[in-house]
């Protein structure tokens, strides 16, 4: 079946170290978001792209990073200057550009800084 | 500055009861409005999507309607199950002149009792 898959579904790690998140759809959408969601706010942009090898800065960039070598693949790195990385990512993606265009979104991962 | 804002923030209601959700927002210029339910620790899926001209549409027993005027949609549920505990998120979209953003509610949590 066609969807998003993120992985891993959770994720442990010590301050200091930088972690990927993996995000890969077999949709064939174009465009792919990672969006952050914290308890009692609403999903906030981290990064997106719209087309392979190109990328923009989203609301809270700050501290991520991200590559889109294949179109199927966004994953997304938290740095160790994220001050805050405790919480629930979420990648999606979505087919061109249109008004009524989807998001699809994968099952998210949990990361937590101990 | 465009924001989305939902209520209530929570609400528990008894198995079989209706209840509605409220959004309202005021994202400009207005291009279309979407609900998503997203279950505990997952991501969210599309609901509904509601475009100006229209005022109300159904999907199974959801039911969203939309006042472009006032800017303002509801999510109605009737008879509700158990499996409609999850959050309910509003997501208003943006397009000017091709530059497009989706602004996020903080959500509602349903939880529905026995």
């Known amino acids: 079946d066609g969807g998003i898959t993120q992985s891993p579904k959770y994720l442990f790690r010590k301050e200091g170290q930088n972690v990927t998140l993996s995000c890969e759809q077999n949709?064939?959408?174009?465009?792919m978001y990672w969006y952050r969601q914290d308890p009692g706010q609403g999903l906030r942009l981290i990064y997106y792209?719209?087309?392979?090898?190109?990328?923009q800065k989203g609301d809270i960039a700050e501290g991520y990073s991200v590559s889109r070598e294949k179109k199927e693949s966004f994953p997304l790195t938290v740095t160790s200057a994220q001050k805050n990385p405790t919480a629930f990512y979420l990648c999606?993606?979505?087919?061109?550009?249109?008004?009524?265009?989807?998001?699809?979104f994968g099952e998210g991962s949990r990361l937590t800084v101990l | 500055k465009n924001q989305v804002e939902q209520s209530p923030q929570s609400l528990i209601i008894l198995e079989g009861k209706n209840c509605t959700l409220q959004?309202?927002?005021?994202?400009?210029?207005?291009?279309?409005l979407r609900w998503y339910k997203q279950d505990t620790g997952r991501g969210p899926v599309s609901l509904t999507i509601?475009?100006?001209?229209?005022n109300t549409k159904s999907n199974g027993r959801y039911t969203a309607t939309l006042d472009a005027d006032t800017k303002q949609s509801s999510l109605h549920i009737t008879a509700s199950q158990l499996s409609d505990s999850a959050s309910y998120i509003c997501?208003?979209?943006?397009?000017?002149?091709?530059?497009?953003?989706?602004?996020f509610g903080t959500g509602t949590r349903l939880t529905i009792i026995p």
């Open positions: 999606a993606s979505i087919q061109g550009q249109g008004a009524g265009g989807e998001l699809f």
């Open positions: 949709l064939n959408h174009d465009a």
């Open positions: 792209s719209q087309i392979v090898n190109d990328f």
């Open positions: 959004c309202n927002y005021t994202v400009s210029p207005f291009s279309n």
């Open positions: 509601m475009t100006f001209s229209e």
């Open positions: 997501v208003v979209r943006q397009s000017n002149f091709g530059n497009e953003k989706l602004t």
